[in-house]
């Protein structure tokens, strides 16, 4: 079982819909990270958080560290916001390594 | 503009040749890091290296070897011990610690 699992792998939605994406984690963590991978490759950094929740624009993490649980919401989806969406812990155990999820692959249409 | 920089983007080698990729960043950053992706599967880490003249192995370091003797560069070596060398490769840094980890474009390898 991966250290660090993600729902759903794949999920299309129409512009305009509200989106949820899941990730749970069975390590003790320093912090999560949700980073985005457009379909050239690169990777952008959304979100490092701890506890609670961070917002910026339409997008929203939180962390639930009792359940070991995160969610990414994206209110309003638009096709750009079309990519794979990555979670990651940074474990207690050695915070320079990040464990990754396999990432959830996002479509959105017009 | 601060930031990381891969180099190329696409590279082609033949079996048996060993093939150095770029990795630069000029975020003052500590920490430098290589991943390997493959479809399907989340990234593995290959080497990381938290100050100069010093790193240590991931979880996938065999067939491969690193330097980093400047802060900003961290070049990575696939050497032909490596048995499935076609991958995307990508590089990343952070401040020391566990902090956010900002990744360069990548680098595509393809070895027939």
């Known amino acids: 079982k991966n250290e660090v699992e993600q729902s759903p792998q794949n999920l299309t939605a129409q512009e305009g819909e509200f989106i949820t994406i899941n990730c749970s984690y069975s390590?003790?963590?320093?912090?999560l990270h949700w980073l985005q991978q457009h379909p050239g490759g690169g990777i952008v950094s959304l979100f490092m958080?701890?506890?609670g929740k961070k917002k910026h624009g339409r997008l929203i993490a939180t962390i639930n560290i009792q359940e070991k649980h995160s969610s990414l919401h994206i209110t309003a989806s638009h096709p750009r916001d079309s990519a794979v969406y990555i979670c990651?812990?940074?474990?207690?155990?050695?915070?320079?390594?990040?464990?990754f999820g396999t990432g959830t692959r996002l479509q959105v249409f017009p | 503009d601060g930031g990381i920089t891969q180099s190329p983007k696409y590279l082609f080698r033949k079996e048996g040749q060993n093939v150095t990729l770029s990795c630069e960043q000029n975020?003052?950053?500590?920490?430098m890091y290589w991943y390997r992706q493959d479809p399907g599967q989340g990234l593995r880490l290959i080497y990381y290296?938290?100050?100069?003249?010093?790193?240590q192995k991931g979880d996938i370091a065999e067939g491969y070897s690193v330097s980093r003797e400047k802060k900003e560069s961290f070049p990575l070596t696939v050497t032909s011990a490596q048995k499935n060398p076609t991958a995307f490769y990508l590089c990343?840094?952070?401040?020391?610690?566990?902090?956010?980890?900002?990744f360069g474009p990548g680098t595509r390898l393809t070895v027939t």
């Open positions: 990343a840094s952070s401040m020391a610690g566990g902090s956010e980890q900002y």
């Open positions: 390590v003790g963590i320093s912090a």
């Open positions: 958080l701890s506890s």
């Open positions: 990651a812990v940074s474990s207690q155990r050695d915070t320079d390594k990040l464990i």
């Open positions: 975020l003052n950053h500590d920490a």
């Open positions: 290296s938290q100050i100069v003249n010093d790193f």
